[in-house]
């Protein structure tokens, strides 16, 4: 890789281009990036940037809840446990415990804002998700919480006269001088290339989920954030971790949309194509075992019914409560003539999470100085190998908070002694060829599903870091005019990152299935991996 993976993806010379200046510059615009713009005193400024909107990411996306120890009948300790158990020794206890104990403090920040959850007279009304031993998920509107998380915290930014917001910008790279980071290049179709300088930068680009052909993701999940750590000279770690939801629906011709856990967490279960309900089979928890096992389970028994998917069943609950708790998902199916209260929801698993990330610490802080990063773009250590549902959300706020905290006062420290440096990046001689880069992308997650996905051997993903390997050296070695090309540029990226890490780790361990290795093997694999750049993972 270090032969083809640029520094910095376009031409810039600080004479040729405007810039920008900002106390702390926030990168992404879900959750976990605006909690961060939020955690910075009003004495500082803060700039948002997105490459879309406030409304597309996975934030808003999501649909069964935000997890915390909500209800007298729950523990903080219960929650902890489940977590660990689902994902395994790589979670960090202390940050797990952390993470859990403030939940109740970040959820009631949410409620101040705004967030309009579901009741059950006067207390949240909670729903279960697999993993969870208790009913401990806050949903708002049924099945749209992230979306009315989403606007209530959109609508605290708007209101905060400190922070700025640009929407429809791309982050082409972060600027670094003296191994510090410095603020990022951006583009937008308006102004074209601007330097946005920095005292503080906070990566929250979410996840890389559209590196696959079946994925739950919107279409701005393409592992930039990880792709501009990695130029910048950042560790990530865990990359081989992508998290498969088990129930995406899949009807031939339409896009993917997610079927919230929820829905199995109200009493839905999973049927094959014969009527035989099939996770009992697998695992004693059923349809509530963690996501890593549901898919695994999944996937075999399309394999031996050979059905491209399975069914989720609903036609024994409750009409009234089904329409009641799930309007998007009966409306949506309604869309393709299905009537969720009788009809069978035809599901498979779709990339859904990135567990692994770029190394954070308590904080957010990266292994670069004057950088950050909080939300699915970070490894903190609270998923270890298998994200727990409805965690996610709560991580976003949790390290949002402090990592917007921890930038404000460092960039405070920094005081008025700050100013642009003499960066510059040379334009290189272009390619004769004219690359098709919608084909490029298109097999780029073809192959990606079909050897780095729910299951994986060496054979498989020794061929796709092969085809990876030569797409890159033609691919990377280019310099793009638009979002087109620097999105495939940073999936490639971060696809090698995904393969060799992969690769490297023989065994089974969470949502890294090795049909191979099909063991979990602690004396050899009980540790993170880790990756940065002109190294080897």
């Not at 998920?137 to 922070?163: L, Y």
């Not at 590196?211 to 701005?220: H, K, Q």
């Not at 996501?291 to 989720?312: C, F, G, W």
């Not at 996610?392 to 008025?416: I, P, R, T």
């Amino acid at each position: 890789m270090r032969s083809s993976t640029p520094r910095y993806l376009v031409p810039f010379h600080p004479k040729h281009v405007p810039h920008f200046f900002a106390d702390v510059l926030v990168i992404g615009a879900g959750l976990a990036g605006l909690r961060t713009a939020l955690g910075v005193p009003r004495d500082l400024s803060v700039l948002v940037v997105t490459k879309d909107g406030f409304s597309l990411s996975n934030s808003a996306l999501a649909q069964g809840g935000i997890a915390g120890v909500l209800s007298p009948d729950d523990q903080l300790q219960d929650h902890v446990d489940d977590t660990m158990l689902a994902g395994g020794s790589l979670c960090d206890r202390a940050v797990v415990e952390r993470v859990i104990r403030e939940s109740v403090e970040r959820i009631g920040e949410l409620i101040s804002w705004g967030t309009d959850f579901d009741r059950a007279g006067v207390r949240l009304a909670l729903g279960r998700e697999g993993g969870h031993g208790r009913n401990r998920i806050a949903h708002a509107r049924g099945d749209a919480t992230g979306k009315e998380i989403m606007r209530a915290v959109a609508n605290r930014v708007m209101q905060t006269p400190n922070i700025t917001t640009w929407e429809s910008t791309f982050s082409l790279d972060l600027l670094s001088h003296e191994g510090v980071c410095r603020g990022a290049l951006v583009w937008n179709p308006r102004h074209g290339k601007t330097l946005v300088w920095a005292k503080q930068t906070v990566l929250c680009t979410g996840g890389a989920g559209q590196l696959y052909r079946e994925t739950t993701n919107p279409d701005v999940a393409t592992g930039d954030g990880l792709a501009l750590a990695y130029r910048v000279g950042a560790e990530l770690r865990d990359m081989e971790f992508m998290q498969f939801h088990p129930t995406m629906l899949y009807i031939a011709g339409s896009s993917r949309h997610l079927i919230t856990e929820a829905i199995r967490g109200e009493g839905a279960y999973l049927v094959d194509r014969h009527g035989h309900r099939f996770m009992l089979d697998y695992d004693e928890r059923a349809e509530l075992a963690p996501r890593d096992v549901v898919s695994r389970a999944i996937v075999s028994q399309m394999e031996k019914t050979k059905h491209p998917n399975v069914y989720l069943v609903l036609d024994h609950l409750d009409p009234r409560l089904v329409r009641e708790r799930f309007p998007a998902i009966v409306a949506l199916c309604r869309d393709f003539d299905l009537d969720v209260t009788k009809d069978r929801i035809p599901v498979r698993p779709g990339a859904h999470y990135m567990v692994g990330g770029v190394t954070v610490d308590q904080e957010g802080r990266t292994t670069v100085p004057g950088l950050w990063a909080a939300g699915e773009v970070a490894s903190t250590g609270l998923h270890g190998a298998n994200r727990l549902a409805s965690n996610s959300l709560l991580e976003a706020l949790v390290f949002g908070a402090h990592a917007g905290a921890g930038a404000a006062s460092e960039a405070a420290k920094l005081g008025d002694d700050f100013r642009a440096v003499p960066l510059e990046n040379q334009q290189i001689e272009p390619g004769n060829e004219l690359l098709d880069l919608a084909d490029i992308r298109n097999s780029l997650k073809s192959l990606m599903w079909r050897d780095v996905g729910v299951r994986r051997d060496h054979d498989g993903m020794a061929e796709a870091a092969e085809n990876l390997d030569h797409w890159c050296r033609y691919v990377l070695a280019r310099q793009f005019s638009d979002p087109t090309g620097w999105e495939l540029q940073n999936m490639l990226c971060v696809a090698q990152l995904m393969v060799r890490s992969a690769l490297a780790r023989e065994e089974t361990r969470g949502c890294h299935v090795r049909t191979d290795f099909t063991e979990q093997d602690d004396e050899r694999w009980n540790r993170h991996s880790y990756c940065r750049r002109d190294e080897e993972a």
